[in-house]
């Protein structure tokens, strides 16, 4: 089946960096999705990566390599408001359906 | 606030009832997603309408339904709950074809099923 896995929880210190990792199993897809989900909240959209190569946004940059079956989201100058956990995701192609990853806890810390 | 309403907030039942949910989507989106998040779960997809009609269906229980009306809001039916059924439900739209990548999210239904 299609699955994407990723790190299940992440620690990392304010201002620095951290790269959360995706890697997926999945036939075909059209784009690599981010969201990013606080503690009692909503999921919000991050990123999109419809081609392999690096999308920036600000201190998020996304990273998609379809030959590799990988992705990651990078957070930089980290905050304490990224505290949170972070999803990615795919829309198969054919079925529509979408697919979440497993989720990364990131903590940081002061 | 993504635009996206969700209601009720909170919806506490018994088991063996049937409930349901109501989703607003933006102004403007065609698309409506259904998921549903368990306890410290991932996001699990269960059905997706564009404007009106069933797009896509992933581990949508045979025991809930959904559909889109023509002003574009949608309702998720959950019958014959059980305990774990409870979870928080989402609903996320999209403005639809072409643009189905960015999802807004709306707060959310939590379910308790006692």
């Known amino acids: 089946g299609q699955s994407l896995e990723q790190p299940s929880e992440v620690t990392a210190v304010e201002g620095a960096i951290v790269q959360i990792n995706c890697t997926y199993q999945?036939?075909?897809?059209?784009?690599l999705s981010w969201y990013q989900q606080h503690d009692g909240g909503a999921p919000t959209f991050l990123s999109y990566?419809?081609?392999?190569g690096l999308e920036e946004t600000g201190r998020f940059s996304s990273f998609l390599s379809r030959s590799d079956s990988y992705g990651y989201l990078l957070l930089q100058e980290l905050q304490m408001k990224d505290s949170a956990s972070y999803f990615c995701?795919?829309?198969?192609?054919?079925?529509?359906?979408?697919?979440f990853g497993t989720g990364t806890r990131l903590k940081v810390l002061a | 606030d993504s635009g996206v309403t969700q209601t009720p907030k909170h919806l506490i039942t018994a088991t063996g009832q049937r409930v349901t949910l109501r989703c607003s989507p933006r102004?403007?989106?065609?698309?409506v997603y259904w998921y549903q998040q368990s306890l410290d779960q991932g996001l699990q997809f269960l059905i997706q309408y564009y404007n009106g009609e069933e797009r896509a269906k992933g581990n949508i229980l045979e025991r809930f339904s959904a559909q889109q009306f023509p002003d574009l809001h949608s309702e998720l039916n959950l019958s014959s709950l059980e305990l774990g059924d409870s979870a928080l439900y989402f609903c996320?739209?999209?403005?639809?074809?072409?643009?189905?990548?960015?999802?807004?999210f709306g707060p959310g239904t939590r379910l308790l099923v006692l």
């Open positions: 990566n419809a081609l392999d």
């Open positions: 999945t036939s075909g897809f059209y784009g």
């Open positions: 996320a739209s999209a403005p639809g074809l072409g643009n189905e990548e960015t999802q807004y």
């Open positions: 102004s403007g989106d065609l698309s």
């Open positions: 995701a795919v829309r198969e192609t054919g079925t529509y359906k979408y697919i």
